[in-house]
Antibody, heavy 125, light 111 residues
Framework: EVQLVESGGGVVRPGGSLRLSCVASGFTFDDYGMSWVRQAPGKGLEWVSG????????RYADSVKGRFTISRDNAKNSLYLQMNSLRAEDTALYHC??????????????????WGQGTLVTVSS | QSVLTQPPSVSGAPGQRVTISCTGS?????????VHWYQQLPRTAPKFLISDNSNRPSGVPDRFSGSRSGTSVSLAITGLQAEDEADYYC???????????FGGGTKLTVL
């Protein structure tokens, strides 16, 4: 069974740091890119960051660029998100998700399947 | 404010058909990027539903279908069941933002 399990969430003060982890099982981890997607309480989904299969290419939403760093350790089947300079608006449930990539004649795109249950990050003083 | 626009809510009686639209701009759906759909049941993680506009993976009931006509994209659910009550999200790629974007989500209520 394909499974993604996040950990590392918690309560942190504004300006603080937190490192999230996601452990994958049930599939060949280094065959896939991975992403973090967050959901603020009662709100919709927001893509945060993505990384390709070997960590050589990373992307970030403008809202977290310069503050968050995505990385992976394929030997440990693990994905990480280092979050620095946290703000109240970063409060959310953070999901890791496997990127399923496909290419057409025009472009390569991806969708997310499956998703982990998420780890809650609360930024509050 | 989400990059992709969905109606906040839709509703229908059991057995009826509902559609959920997803509207974007010239840097995402209008640029020809595909749209994917997810279902989020209460208090659960999102679940992948439809890929590249209309492809339904095995395991997803054929009551769910996606369609695209030009820049108009929608998810249709026929034969509504109580278990379909959930939030539904569309997702695409945005070339200006260089990343994935989601719609704001549509809450489906089965009356």
């Amino acid at each position: 069974e394909v499974q993604l399990v996040e950990s590392g969430g918690g309560v942190v003060r504004p300006g603080g740091s937190l490192r999230l982890s996601c452990v994958a099982s049930g599939f060949t981890f280094d065959d896939y890119g991975m992403s973090w997607v967050r959901q603020a309480p009662g709100k919709g989904l927001e893509w945060v960051s993505g990384i390709n299969w070997n960590g050589g290419s990373t992307r970030y939403a403008d809202s977290v660029k310069g503050r968050f760093t995505i990385s992976r350790d394929n030997a440990k089947n693990s994905l990480y998100l280092q979050m620095n300079s946290l703000r109240a608006e970063d409060t959310a449930l953070y999901h890791c998700a496997r990127q399923v990539r496909y290419c057409t004649s025009a472009s390569c795109q991806n969708y997310f399947d499956p998703w982990g249950q998420g780890t809650l990050v609360t930024v509050s003083s | 404010q989400s990059v992709l626009t969905q109606p906040p809510s839709v509703s229908g009686a059991p057995g009826q058909r509902v559609t959920i639209s997803c509207t974007g701009s010239s840097s995402n759906i209008g640029a020809g990027y595909d749209v994917h759909w997810y279902q989020q049941l209460p208090r659960t993680a999102p679940k992948f539903l439809i890929s590249d506009n209309s492809n339904r993976p095995s395991g997803v009931p054929d009551r769910f279908s996606g369609s695209r006509s030009g820049t108009s994209v929608s998810l249709a659910i026929t034969g509504l069941q109580a278990e379909d009550e959930a939030d539904y999200y569309c997702q695409s790629y945005d070339s200006s933002l260089s990343g994935s974007v989601f719609g704001g989500g549509t809450k489906l209520t089965v009356l």
